[in-house]
């Protein structure tokens, strides 16, 4: 789903401007970086309500294995509409401690593409009322829907009026879900067996006709999980509590089993039934990292998940409806989806709650308003130069006490380039990171290569922002520039990432106002944005801009 992208060159080039009688050198020093690692801890009794009224001596965390010590804590105990919260308290719990409120970011992703419009217009009336009572001013709502792409029906926002808009306007869209591929699948292995009467075909040729349908569903899978990713991306950098409803019926590692294992159900329609299984061409369609890079994205972004499977008590995806009443369609099949593992993996790994094989929608959205109401956290330095590495975390409570205690379970460190690759994508969504180096831009008309377009990019860095580095009688520095596109389709590009030294002599700093990168980007003409981001390698600094191009756009 990467977007065609390719950066052609990269020239660094330091211009001449009206002398700045004011301007001097940024002084260059050393800093010492103290970090501190975060995280969101929710604790609930026997029976799920949430528990108020810890202090910091009662949580012990490890990472890797090792304990921390503790040196920020926080109970943060929001104000909530009567009846929508209930909490425990310990036995000889405290006073009340002060209550902090935080922003909350709730994001919705709606899989459009394999709910069915019942299932989907059944849990958007909970979603509708949970939303109501509980986004507060200063907080915000996101809802992105995947379909045909990814498109983002409602930009974060507070605005009652405009939340209660979106969600209106995706209880009329059409649902793509129900059985869809599976069913034309069903129906070409019927004619097949059909047009091989009074003979039977080879299941050899059944598993080709399955392998392309399986083919087709692993691919569908790995898109959704793209924009899935960017999505959760898009939220790092932003302050807050952050979540992430996923409303969806399928999100699983190996989307395409059912159809070997529909084969397998019917075996006795061909011939030779017992030389090949064809359960076992499954294997080869598995997305074994699926979970995993999920939850690892949002650990890293910072952001709970709460999947929502909307097809309630049943676990059978199906491959036909009630209508289709052909001699397959009463064919019992053991294969069971793996959604609902993969829904449980992602929630467990980062702190959320996933609700699978239930309708109990009320609860599901009761939860998420109890996490968000009741909740700790916990900081503690972390020593040593960043790295990019995924550390194993876990929160535990001294006494017991029958509690359950939840949080993510891994915290994924990274160096400055990969936050800034991960800043760079998360632009391309929301425009409110931190131009520290008050970087300018300006794109020129762009020119055909091939079926790409080549857009010329210009990149102005004010001299004064820059830590400049004196090296005898020079001045240097070192910008790295991250550039990254976002196609029509919701498809976001690999960031790439250029490099270069900058020098002059010292004594003409009074008459630089500037650096210019300057870049030729080119990318395919669906791409709508290119998100560009600079890191000065000696201070740390950044500065991000966001370009917008109409599709197939000449140019701006």
Do not use: C
Request: no cysteine; aromatic share 6%; proline share 5%.
């Amino acid at each position: 789903m990467n977007a065609r992208t390719a950066v052609l060159a990269l020239i660094v080039t330091v211009l001449h401007a009206s002398p700045a009688t004011t301007q001097q050198a940024t002084p260059f020093s050393e800093t010492v970086e103290v970090r501190v690692t975060n995280v969101e801890v929710v604790v609930t009794d026997r029976s799920g309500k949430p528990v108020h009224g810890l202090t910091k001596d009662d949580f012990e965390v490890f990472e890797n294995g090792g304990r921390q010590l503790i040196t920020n804590f926080a109970e943060i105990r929001e104000t909530t509409p009567s009846g929508t919260l209930t909490t425990s308290a310990p036995e000889a719990a405290p006073a009340d401690a002060p209550r902090e409120t935080r922003r909350r970011v709730i994001t919705l992703f709606v899989d459009n593409a394999t709910l069915e419009m019942g299932n989907r217009n059944t849990v958007l009336p909970q979603l509708r009322q949970f939303l109501a009572a509980h986004v507060r001013p200063g907080d915000a709502v996101a809802v992105y829907l995947w379909g045909n792409g990814l498109s983002a029906q409602l930009e974060l926002t507070d605005d009652q009026q405009a939340i209660a808009k979106a969600l209106g306007s995706l209880g009329t869209l059409v649902a793509r879900g129900g059985p869809g591929w599976r069913a034309e699948f069903e129906h070409e292995i019927e004619d097949m067996i059909s047009n091989y009467k009074p003979e039977k075909p080879r299941m050899q040729e059944a598993i080709s006709i399955a392998s392309a349908y399986a083919l087709r569903a692993t691919s569908e899978m790995r898109l959704k999980s793209e924009a899935l990713k960017s999505v959760i991306s898009s939220l790092r950098g932003l302050e807050g509590r952050k979540v992430l409803v996923l409303l969806t019926q399928q999100l699983s590692t190996n989307p395409g089993e059912g159809t070997f294992y529909f084969l397998e159900s019917i075996r006795d329609q061909f011939a030779s039934p017992d030389v090949l299984r064809p359960t076992s061409e499954a294997r080869h369609y598995v997305l074994q990292d699926l979970a995993r890079d999920i939850a690892a994205v949002a650990n890293t972004a910072g952001v709970t998940l709460y999947p929502i499977n909307a097809s309630g008590l049943s676990t059978d995806m199906g491959m036909r409806d009630s209508s289709q009443t052909s001699f397959l369609a009463n064919s019992s099949s053991p294969h069971t989806d793996t959604s609902t593992s993969t829904l449980h993996a992602i929630a467990d790994e980062t702190g959320g709650r996933a609700t699978a094989g239930s309708a109990n929608w009320q609860l599901a959205f009761d939860t998420i308003a109890n996490d968000l109401g009741v909740y700790y956290s916990l900081g503690y330095r972390t020593p040593g130069e960043r790295q990019d590495r995924t550390k194993r975390v876990e929160v535990q409570l001294r006494d017991k006490r029958g509690y359950t205690v939840r949080t993510r379970k891994s915290i994924v460190e990274q160096t400055a380039s990969t936050e800034m690759t991960d800043a760079v994508t998360s632009h391309l969504f929301h425009t409110r990171a931190p131009n520290d180096l008050g970087i300018q831009t300006r794109i020129g008309n762009a020119t055909p290569s091939g079926k790409n377009l080549v857009h010329p990019l210009t990149i102005a860095i004010p001299t004064s922002t820059l830590t400049l580095i004196p090296d005898g009688s020079e001045m240097v520095g070192t910008l790295s520039v991250f550039t990254a596109f976002l196609r029509a389709d919701g498809a976001v590009s690999k960031v790439g990432k250029q490099t270069n030294l900058v020098r002059f002599p010292a004594a003409s700093i009074a008459n630089r106002k500037a650096v210019f990168v300057k870049i030729d980007v080119t990318a395919d003409p669906t791409v709508t944005a290119i998100s560009v981001g600079v890191l000065d390698e000696a201070s740390r600094a950044t500065g991000f801009a966001i370009i917008k191009l109409p599709i197939g756009s000449a140019g701006l």
